[in-house]
């Protein structure tokens, strides 16, 4: 393997001197850091850590918004031996606090915004202090030996959003992420390439879009978070030319029309989607938006990591909104369906061994070596595999099977539907039946008999919305994904009040 450490994602036989990251923390005065620098400094971190005594393994959190320190800090810890923790600023202060001790803080780098998120007791160090206790007096950059990581020895924690509960730590190795790197960077990527992330770093979507920029020695476009039109404007300024999102990042981009005139995003020539469900309706308005792009769709877990699925071995095109082709069919399977569709369970090298603190979680996620992903996919013909829901989103009506993607897919295909996000609700006779959450498109105004019609005549009757609103955002959760609870309550709450669109 080309790398010992996952913190040491850097060839320093190529260029160092070209830009790595334009950090726009502050778009109005951005600061651009060559690999060198980014490299001189992650070394000057894990000098730090290793002076000030902090033992091998021991487990240190980032508390910020993106930021180029963020970057240079998550490298940093890894290269020392210490466990890199990125903690979710958007999570509930007491849940916080839960990371924090379930992980066994000793060390936690933060930004000024998010400081007060960190309790008195743990000692920190704040990228936007410039006193001596602060980061740009603190960090000095130097030069460092990496820690060589031994087998199965643990890099960085993430913690899982928690949707269905308290977050749950995941531990993940060295080799087991560097493995996962190896099957993204062995293709077409080249060091020419200019990213764009706007997806926070606590999430394993962004965090393993910048290892990979890293190990190709490119370039980022750094926002510290995702606001539209700001994206919209980093790309045409700077003249982005790949990108990897969330799904619902672009539902957002395509929608402004009149703003995309005045701003050019061509440069794009690839865009990876993933990290939530993507629909037919969105691919066809971002192939409108960009003509000229490479589109793919990714699938990954924070336990499993994202080197699933690949290229057709036989060279066929992957189809829209395919996930690919397995990297190894010895590697994945399908249970609780049938031959072709079914949960995926998956074993790989990149695949976390337990959940921290928690045996009897671990037990239920991972079975003689195979994780139960609680995906639903579908095989076609060619080998290729599509996401079809959560198993824990499929709900019941009438008897009928409903996966909530399905009918969002259904729906986007409406002429005058921008994006749908389809929830049950509960109902006495029939258990529960599907509600939808709609955006329509500029000036559009469908009417619900309108849209009850266009689902009818277009797929099961079954699926088709018993319940609509009409809203003019989708609520989002910390992760930029849709906040699909927020979602059920609102339903419940419209329900109560007859509050539905008419």
Known sequence: MRWHNLGDLIDRDRNLDKEAIVDLVDAASPRVYTHREIDRLAD????????????????????????AEYIITYFGIMRAGCVAVPVNVKLPRDTIDYVMDDAGIALAFVDAANRPLVRDDIALIDFDDSGPGGFARTIVPGDFTSVKATPDEVGQML???????????????????LWALST??????????????????????????????????????????FETRSYIEAIARYKVTAATA?????ARVVKETEFLKQHDITSIRRLMLGSAPMTMGLWDKIKQALPNVTMSIGYG???????????HPK?????????GYPISFDDIKLVNGTANEGVLLMRNPALMDHYHNLPQQTAKAIKDGWYYSGDVMRRDENGFFYFVGRADDMFVCSGENIYPGEVEKLLERH????????????????????????????????SVEEIRKFTIANGPAYQHPRRIEFVNELPWAGTNKIDRKALIDRARSLEAAQGWSS
């Open 44 to 67: 000057g971190v894990a000098k730090y850590l290793t002076d000030k005594g902090f033992a091998r393994g021991t487990h240190i959190a980032i508390v910020s918004l993106n930021r």
């Open 159 to 177: 913690y899982t959003s928690g949707s269905t509960g308290r977050p749950k730590g995941v531990p993940l190795s060295h080799d087991g992420q």
């Open 301 to 311: 877990t924070t336990e499993a990591g994202p080197a699933v699925f690949g290229p």
């Open 415 to 446: 002429p005058q539907i921008q994006q749908a996000v389809v929830v049950p609700l509960p109902d006495e006779e029939r258990s529960q039946v599907p509600v939808a959450f709609i955006v329509t498109r500029a000036d559009a105004k469908p």
């Open 184 to 225: 993204r960077t062995s293709g077409a990527l080249h060091e020419d390439e200019r990213y764009i992330i706007a997806q926070p770093l606590f999430h394993m979507n962004g965090l393993f879009a910048t290892k990979t920029i890293f190990a190709t020695n490119a370039s980022v476009v750094l926002l510290p978070a």
């Open 315 to 323: 060279g066929i095109p992957t189809p829209p909104l395919a996930l």
């Open 246 to 250: 969330v799904p619902t990042m672009w």
